[in-house]
């Protein structure tokens, strides 16, 4: 009977000690070690390695994690939700630079699941790095070592951002012509001049008119600035999109939202 | 210098929450004494022995045996003391002779022929090699009494040796006690049963509700005991009570049986003989009940309030 | 007075009859001959299964390198293994006492409060490494048998040469042995405290899962590293490219805090305690 109570006792008071703990500690991702500069470093290094496995696998030469030279920036949950703290809804690009697989794009999306351990697991892009299995060049067929993977970071890791950016295809306004844009917009890794602006090659394909208008440019989901273009057809002409300095500072995924004039109506052949 | 008393209890009172378990207990024992602490169930017995072997500790007072203290001497308190309180415990998945030789080890060591000669005192060489979970309720009070000769005592303290023992077991605990007793240790057995006292100690403590009642010989009790108790039986036992009633120092109770009980000093009881004749009540049957002592500890301790022992 | 000298037991002697009563329950030898039977199995039916464990780290590589069972296992053990491990010594080696009601008979014998009280602390401790080592043992010599000693792949993608990837195997599992013991100084305090053997064996696991939920929510990153069950994971960091300590640091520091105030707690409880039963 005083047994039956002390214990009961012992156990409320654990349980009850728990949940203060837990209770008290339940601010908002509260100097959580999950940041985007230890992900980032930690997703290029693993990102490589894998990559260069899956290089072996099906044997491109000469691959090597140096010469990947990959870069990534992740942003968590969209332009809304702190980039920081364990979820599944980090989303990072991943650029580097492999000959074998032209890459359009500039750099590969790499869907995360991070937890609070500070572990995480990756999905890799299959448009470039194929599907979950493969088959090697003596033909068998294997996991494809690039496909998903697992990662730890240090959670003392610097966490100070690289500044890397990364711009990634322009996204169609909803509502605008269907047909493929006339202006081809850079993609991939690019670097800030020291007055924080950044390098926009644009070229205007063969069009019967120049191509102008305006791209909304904005880092991490936030407005950066805009830039008016008016690029003669079939020609290239080099723009530069001011950053915040916070912007240039820690980096992140650019995306240009490209707002094309209407065309005049072509003339009628004659 | 003046040998040290083997037990020397002073002014030891232990409360367990509202109740008091003991009430402020002083009692000595000269060594080479067979000593009782008798009391019926919940008078503090055990507590008190507890006391005494450091298991619970006191609220006030001190317990010193041979001149030896618990705040002083820690676990050395206990050098040269063995017994137990209320049944022996042992680990029912050793050996009886196991359970001994870990015992043994905590006391830092003894030899073998130390347990063989234990178990043959007690009785249970033949059964050593079986596990306690297996032995009889006897058989594990004896290992207790085992237990505590291990450890080559001069003070035996024993809590209600012959509780839970069949006549048999009883009759071979008190031989043993006694023999014990005759090598010179000395004894400190606690029981409820006065005929387990009487038997066996030369001096005795009465408890009852954590206070102590009467210290002495048992020789000297014996002489204060009061007359028998009588057993009356009457045509009207109300009217009897009645009768009683207006006789001081007469003490009337209901037997289990239902009948009329009647203590006093032989003079008492005459008079109140003499008194129910004169108010018309017949006795059918009158008859001596309990041995004078048995009558003075009843006396002492299932009133209704603690009587003064008759000086 | 004839008052025979007696000689004076020592912690030793309490370790001694300790560990004759562990081996005299059948309980003790099983958990043992189970520490080193389990993982046999466990490896067994792993490398048959057509589809890795891919939810636990290294899970995914179970089929490719005999050193990637030794670490999913190690991360699936700490989850209530280990805690089990241990408590069913130290969570019982106190509360049986109560249990047999044997408090009376060992403590008015020689040994002090104290020597009974570190004597079997040091048994239950001694017995969770022994039964570690074996678990760590089986698990480890059973995977590179049935699976080999392939490289392995670490936990920045990196390929790790099979020497260096024994070495970091050993290492993790011998990192881990400090919550292990954490967890059997909070087996014994629970054990002392509550005077109740299923307590002191289930409350530990119980507890230990409860921690692991805890540190597994969002928003809790202050107290996670407190949580004893985060120094079961402190051994990631040793995969990593570069490989990093902190953590393994932490966890150490951490353990040890949890076993000292729970043994302290123990022992505070334990002298001052009446024993009527």
């Known amino acids: 009977m005083r047994h039956a109570r002390t214990t009961a006792t012992s156990l409320v008071l654990l349980v009850l000690a728990t949940v203060t703990m837990t209770g008290c500690s339940g601010g908002p991702t509260s100097s959580t070690t999950v940041t985007r500069p230890r992900l980032e470093r930690s997703l290029e290094r693993t990102y490589a390695n894998r990559y260069v496995a899956l290089s072996k696998v099906t044997g491109h030469r000469g691959v090597t994690a140096k010469s990947l030279d990959a870069h990534a920036v992740c942003d968590k949950g969209g332009p809304t939700v702190d980039d920081a703290g364990p979820g599944g809804d980090w989303i990072c690009q991943v650029a580097y630079t492999d000959p074998n697989v032209p890459n359009p794009d500039g750099s590969a999306k790499v869907e995360m699941n991070v937890h609070s351990n500070d572990c995480y697991t990756a999905a890799g892009s299959s448009k470039l790095v194929g599907p979950l299995n493969i088959v090697d060049t003596h033909g068998h067929q294997v996991v494809n070592p690039a496909f998903e993977f697992d990662g730890c970071f240090n959670p003392s890791g610097s966490g100070t951002p690289d500044g890397t950016l990364i711009i990634v295809n322009a996204v169609p306004l909803p509502g605008a012509p269907v047909a493929k844009p006339a202006l081809t917009l850079p993609t991939g890794l690019v670097t800030p001049d020291g007055r924080g602006r950044v390098p926009l090659l644009l070229t205007c394909g063969d069009a019967p008119t120049s191509c102008s208008g305006t791209i909304d440019v904005t880092v991490q989901g936030e407005a950066a600035s805009k830039v008016t273009y008016d690029v003669p057809s079939g020609g290239t002409k080099t723009l530069r999109a001011q950053l915040t300095r916070g912007q240039a500072r820690d980096g992140g995924i650019i995306t240009l939202t490209l707002h094309e004039r209407t065309p005049p109506p072509a003339p009628a052949p004659t | 210098m003046e040998q040290a008393l083997a037990v020397d209890v002073q002014h030891v009172v232990k409360q367990f929450g509202e109740v008091t378990a003991v009430a402020d207990v002083s009692l000595q024992v000269a060594p080479g004494t067979v000593y009782g602490v008798l009391g019926p169930n919940g008078a503090g017995k055990t507590t008190l022995l507890r006391m005494m072997f450091g298991l619970i500790r006191p609220d006030a007072g001190t317990v010193r045996l041979f001149g030896r203290s618990w705040a002083d001497d820690g676990p050395r308190m206990l050098d040269g003391v063995g017994g137990f309180i209320e049944s022996p415990r042992f680990y029912p998945y050793l050996s009886g002779r196991k359970n001994l030789e870990g015992l043994a080890r905590l006391d830092g060591g003894v030899d073998g022929d130390r347990i063989d000669d234990v178990l043959r005192t007690v009785d249970l060489a033949d059964r050593q090699r079986d596990k306690v979970g297996g032995y009889s309720f006897g058989m594990r009070q004896r290992l207790g009494v085992a237990a505590s000769l291990l450890r080559a005592p001069e003070l035996l303290v024993l809590d209600e040796p012959s509780n839970g023992l069949d006549p048999a077991g009883i009759r071979d605990m008190r031989a043993l006690i006694g023999r014990l007793a005759g090598e010179g240790l000395t004894v400190l057995l606690s029981s409820h049963d006065l005929h387990e006292v009487e038997e066996t100690c030369d001096k005795v403590t009465i408890m009852r509700t954590g206070s102590v009642l009467y210290h002495g010989s048992i020789a000297e009790l014996r002489e204060r005991a009061p007359s028998s108790g009588h057993r009356f039986v009457t045509s009207d036992d109300d009217r009897a009570r009645e009768v009683a009633a207006t006789l001081p120092g007469l003490r009337i109770a209901r037997s289990e049986e239902g009948d009329l009980l009647a203590y006093g000093r032989q003079d008492e009881i005459d008079a109140y003989v003499a008194a129910l004749v004169a108010a018309g009540v017949h006795l059918r049957s009158l008859e001596p009940d309990r041995a004078p002592l048995e009558t003075l500890f009843f006396l002492l301790t299932e009133g209704d309030a603690a009587p003064e022992v008759p000086a | ?277």
Not at chain 3, 161 to 181: G, K, N, T
């Open chain 3, 1 to 277: 007075m004839n008052h025979t000298p007696t000689r004076r037991p020592g912690i030793a002697a309490v370790m001694s009859f300790e560990t004759r009563k562990l081996l005299a329950q059948k309980r003790t030898p099983i958990t043992l001959v189970v520490a080193a039977v389990i993982p046999i199995i466990i490896a067994i039916v792993m490398n048959g299964q057509a589809r890795p464990p891919k939810d636990t780290l290294f899970g995914r590589f179970i089929h490719d390198s005999g050193w990637s069972m030794p670490l999913l296992l190690l991360g699936f053990a700490g989850q209530w293994l280990l805690p089990l491990l241990t408590s069913i010594v130290a969570g019982d080696i106190f509360a049986s006492e109560d249990q047999h009601g044997s408090w009376k008979t060992i403590l008015t014998r020689s040994t002090s409060r104290t020597q009974l009280f570190v004597g079997k602390t040091f048994v239950a401790l001694g017995f969770a490494l022994v039964a570690y080592v074996i678990l760590a043992t089986s698990t480890i010599v059973a995977s590179v048998v049935l699976i080999g000693h392939q490289p392995l792949v670490g936990l920045n993608g990196q390929v790790i040469a099979s020497h260096d990837a024994a070495r970091l195997v050993i290492e993790s599992w011998a990192s881990v042995a400090a919550p292990l013991l954490g967890f059997t100084c909070l087996a014994i305090a629970l054990s002392v405290l509550t005077r109740n053997v299923a307590v002191g064996i289930a409350a530990p696991v119980a507890l230990g899962l409860v921690m692991q939920l805890v540190g597994a929510l969002g928003g809790v990153e202050l107290i996670r590293p407190l949580l004893l069950t985060t120094p079961l994971e402190a051994w990631h960091g040793l995969f990593a490219d570069p490989a990093f300590s902190g953590p393994l640091v932490v966890g150490l520091v951490v353990s040890a805090v949890w076993c000292i105030v729970s043994i302290t707690i123990a022992f505070v409880v334990f002298r001052r305690r009446d024993y009527l039963g």
